[in-house]
């Protein structure tokens, strides 16, 4: 059935209309900044309520008939005259809905943090409790090296906080102020996840007719020297190798930032001729577009953006090494995982991506383009077709010395919500129901 969404802020209302409780496909009830002293026991027939904006009314007691709306997942009671918590709040109810994850006590004076705080939390442990108190600072963003890649904060944190108040409204129907902070919009998104995790689609890259090409790149980065780590390019990503080798740009050599990398290409100018004849093989047109590639070795994880990049890049991936798929969030609900051992994926990297757990030694090369005529965005995956007839049995023999690769097939993604890096909730600030209609 279709779901719908009331929004009646700032109406003077002094009693909720009776019309409303006849919408059982009500989802999104906006009752906000009028003058309810009470909410009505019929408030339990909105059955399909997911979330409810009762905030800067004068009410005192939230109903236990709440307790009877399994799908609620935020009560937004900002700014009411709520009693003490035994005599205003139906603990027990609300402890027994099953998706329940943010309950707004803001600026109710006779709710204080300090005497509620450790109550709320062991009757309401699934709940983020807002309450009035000390505002929580935002803590310092780790740089993508230093990123558990397996662990869906980590996957979001190359996101803007504007990115993620659009997510958290745009998805599940929940915006924000400006003065909710990062932490707050991201453990509000954590909670929303637990309930419809994102899932996780496997595909594989193109796999080039020539092996032999594959074969003398592996053994050039094998015997590459790399720099040591702190002089190591990209230094915030995790990575034992880390060397961006550029094609001459649109000023080409002539200057002294141009002659630097000039001669870094001719110092590995075998790895350089290898990977471009590989790229020519596989796909001509980016063949002549991409102005650089970085070559790495042991690059794991890292979640981020690349934010200079004009278009997609390609990765591969060569050595003697099990897992370490480019993963890449192609939607707000799916993440894939692209094969890149001894193949070439397509992915847009101004998607948030990383490399997934791997064993064994993993070299790659990634071409991509930072100048020249802009791609638009369009999908974070491109699935090509295999070149020629011969391209499984081609890969067929790197799949006998290096292990079966597995099959494409759905499964669902980790989304622990182990989210260390954020504070305790505290502070004076919370969510709010958006302003929508049917």
């Not at 062991?122 to 890649?149: F, I, Q, S, W």
């Not at 799916?334 to 847009?348: A, I, N, Q």
Request: one cysteine or more; a neutral charge; hydrophobic letters at 35%.
């Amino acid at each position: 059935s279709e779901k719908h969404s009331l929004s009646l802020p700032s109406n003077n209302l002094s009693m909720v209309p009776e019309t409303t409780f006849s919408l059982s496909s009500l989802v999104i009830l906006n009752l906000s900044c009028n003058h309810l002293v009470e909410l009505p026991a019929q408030i339990g027939m909105l059955r399909a309520l997911e979330s409810l904006d009762v905030s800067r009314n004068k009410i005192f007691v939230l109903p236990s008939e709440l307790g009877q709306l399994s799908d609620l997942r935020q009560i937004n009671a900002f700014a009411n005259h709520l009693r003490p918590l035994k005599r205003s709040l139906p603990l027990a109810e609300f402890a027994a809905l099953p998706k329940l994850r943010v309950l707004d006590l803001r600026f109710n004076d006779k709710i204080k943090e300090a005497n509620v705080a450790s109550v709320l939390a062991e009757r309401l442990p699934l709940v983020e409790v807002l309450l009035t108190g000390v505002a929580p600072t935002v803590p310092k963003m780790p740089c993508a090296g230093d990123r558990d890649a397996t662990l869906l904060q980590s996957q979001l944190e190359p996101y803007s906080l504007y990115n993620l108040r659009e997510r958290l409204s745009h998805e599940f129907g929940v915006s924000t102020d400006t003065e909710v902070t990062r932490c707050e919009v991201m453990r509000l998104l954590l909670g929303f996840y637990e309930t419809r995790p994102r899932t996780v689609r496997k595909v594989k890259g193109v796999a080039p007719r020539n092996t032999e090409l594959l074969d003398l790149l592996l053994q050039e980065l094998q015997q590459t020297k790399w720099p040591i780590q702190k002089n190591r390019e990209r230094p915030r990503v995790r990575a034992e190798g880390y060397i961006i080798l550029s094609r001459p740009g649109p000023d080409g050599s002539s200057t002294k930032a141009g002659k630097v990398k000039a001669d870094k290409v001719q110092r590995h100018s075998r790895v350089f001729e290898l990977a471009t004849q590989i790229m020519d093989e596989v796909d001509p047109d980016f063949a002549s577009t991409w102005t650089a590639i970085a070559i790495t070795n042991n690059f794991s994880g890292s979640p981020h953006i690349d934010h200079d990049n004009i278009g997609p890049f390609y990765g591969l991936a060569v050595g003697n090494f099990e897992g370490g798929a480019i993963c890449v969030e192609c939607s707000a609900f799916e993440v894939v995982e692209v094969d890149t051992r001894y193949r070439l994926g397509k992915v847009d990297g101004r998607n948030p991506h990383w490399v997934a757990p791997y064993t064994g030694d993993r070299y790659s090369v990634i071409y991509y383009a930072t100048w020249g005529d802009e791609v638009p965005r369009t999908t974070a995956v491109f699935e090509q077709p295999p070149i020629g007839q011969v391209a499984t049995d081609v890969l067929s023999l790197h799949e006998g010395v290096h292990g079966e690769l597995s099959q494409s097939q759905p499964v669902m993604l980790d989304t622990r919500s182990r989210h260390h890096d954020c504070p305790a909730l505290e502070g004076d600030r919370a969510a709010k129901i958006p302003r929508v209609t049917t």
